[in-house]
């Protein structure tokens, strides 16, 4: 039973265009929630979270925006970089009371064009 | 480098041996989190421990997996009598404190049963 989704195994974006990245999660209960970034072979890198008290965070070229209602989550990133071409983790806490192990997705791989 | 340091990178291991995958935070982390990552899949939760203490092992495996992380040196995950399924990556995460903080991962260790 995966409790975070994240539907789409690839993304194909030309470079300067916006990447759009969605992530939906069935369990309420989460409140926290965190994007990485992983190249091969190497760990997660922490790019951006969001708190669910929160629709909308921002840094730099990263935004995540979070549609509690919907259970939806969505990373943009612009302009897209030759750089960011990895696969991008969406993360789900349920955080207090000791419970703050990450529930994870699979995975995006994002694909910049030049 | 102050980051999460993982030790070692690759580890093979013939079935019915040991692994001891090690894992030192980065400094002045004193919360230390333990993931798998089976291929073609997100990371799943194992552990989350701080010093001396397990908090949440409602990802570990019933048998054979125990971790821990001692006053002194690094945290241990260890793997008794190893089988084929267990062959994954491993990857440590640390945070400053627990709830709604970022984990910082290391760079796993691939963990290869022959």
């Known amino acids: 039973d995966q409790q975070v989704k994240q539907n789409s195994p690839s993304l194909s974006v030309q470079e300067g265009r916006i990447s759009i990245l969605n992530c939906d999660y069935t369990?309420?209960?989460?409140?926290?929630f965190l994007w990485y970034k992983k190249y091969p072979a190497e760990g997660p890198t922490f790019l951006i979270s969001i708190s669910s008290i929160k629709d909308k965070n921002e840094d730099g070229r990263f935004t995540v925006f979070l549609n509690k209602s919907a259970k939806h989550l969505s990373l943009h990133i612009v302009p897209s970089q030759p750089g960011d071409s990895a696969v991008y983790f969406c993360a789900a806490s349920l955080a207090g009371g000791g419970a703050d192990g990450l529930t994870f997705g699979k995975g995006t791989h994002l694909i910049i064009q030049p | 480098n102050a980051g999460v340091m993982q030790n070692p990178r690759h580890l093979v291991r013939r079935r019915g041996q040991e692994a001891r995958l090690r894992c030192s935070p980065m400094k002045g982390h004193s919360h230390v989190y333990w993931y798998r990552q089976l291929p073609e899949e997100g990371l799943k939760f194992m552990v989350y421990?701080?010093?001396?203490?397990?908090?949440?092992e409602s990802g570990m495996p019933k048998e054979r997996f125990s971790a821990e992380f001692p006053k002194e040196g690094p945290s241990i995950l260890r793997i008794q009598q190893v089988v084929r399924g267990d062959s994954a990556a491993y990857f440590c995460?640390?945070?400053?404190?627990?709830?709604?903080?970022?984990?910082?991962f290391g760079d796993g260790t691939r963990l290869s049963i022959l």
């Open positions: 421990l701080q010093k001396e203490n397990i908090i949440d």
């Open positions: 369990n309420s209960m989460f409140d926290y």
């Open positions: 995460a640390s945070s400053l404190q627990g709830g709604h903080q970022p984990q910082h």
